[in-house]
């Protein structure tokens, strides 16, 4: 037998036992809306796709616009990006798709950060978290089980970004030369933070 920890949770695992059942659970903020927070639970198995269509609903947001996820470093630096459609790009990063890409294939440690930039003229983004992997158990289909505050307006600019294989997102995300990554410390989320731990009780179904 040996032992395998996952945050503060220590598993007791058969030589023979694969750990197969496991829930992520993912933390969405906005720097736009203070109170604003979405917490979602979902298989690791699940794609980018499934968890792209289960952050829409928490924010009833229609799904006629282009998205992209990009991993994320501690300091929000961007890493790979994973589109909604295949797209032409010039980075050093593979071209991964939502739908054929698994969430588990990019994120397996606690505190992964992520860019859902769900506004792609203006360059908005939700800043998410894996907050907790969630051993011994699973869910059939995405569950967002915290939904505080009204979502940040889905589009500012006129046009709704039109479906290109070419459009990419330039390195100031932000649009401001001025910007300072160090602004996104709690203070930046208003109230809500990722160590809230108000936000995180148990769900009776677990």
């Not at 479906?163 to 910007?179: A, S």
């Amino acid at each position: 037998m040996f032992s395998l920890s996952i945050g503060k949770k220590i598993l007791i695992l058969h030589p023979k036992q694969k750990l197969t059942e496991m829930v992520y659970k993912f933390t969405l903020l906005s720097d736009e809306i203070d109170n604003f927070v979405r917490v979602i639970k979902i298989d690791p198995e699940a794609t980018f796709f499934d968890l792209h269509n289960a952050i829409l609903d928490s924010v009833k947001y229609e799904k006629n616009q282009m998205t992209t996820f990009f991993v994320c470093s501690d300091d929000w630096e961007k890493g790979q990006e994973v589109t909604l459609i295949e797209m032409e790009s010039s980075s050093e990063y593979d071209n991964l798709i939502m739908e054929d890409t698994k969430l588990e294939e990019l994120i397996s440690d606690e505190k992964q950060k992520l860019l859902y930039v769900f506004d792609m003229i203006s360059e908005r983004a939700f800043f998410m978290e894996l907050t907790e992997i969630i051993p011994g158990k699973t869910v059939d289909k995405p569950i967002c089980f915290v939904a505080e505050g009204d979502a940040p307006q889905q589009i500012l600019a006129d046009e709704a970004v039109t479906v290109t294989p070419k459009l990419t997102l330039d390195e100031n995300f932000y649009g401001d030369e001025d910007f300072n990554i160090d602004e996104l410390d709690e203070e930046g989320f208003g109230d809500m933070n990722f160590d809230d731990s108000s936000l995180f009780a148990e769900d009776p179904k677990f």
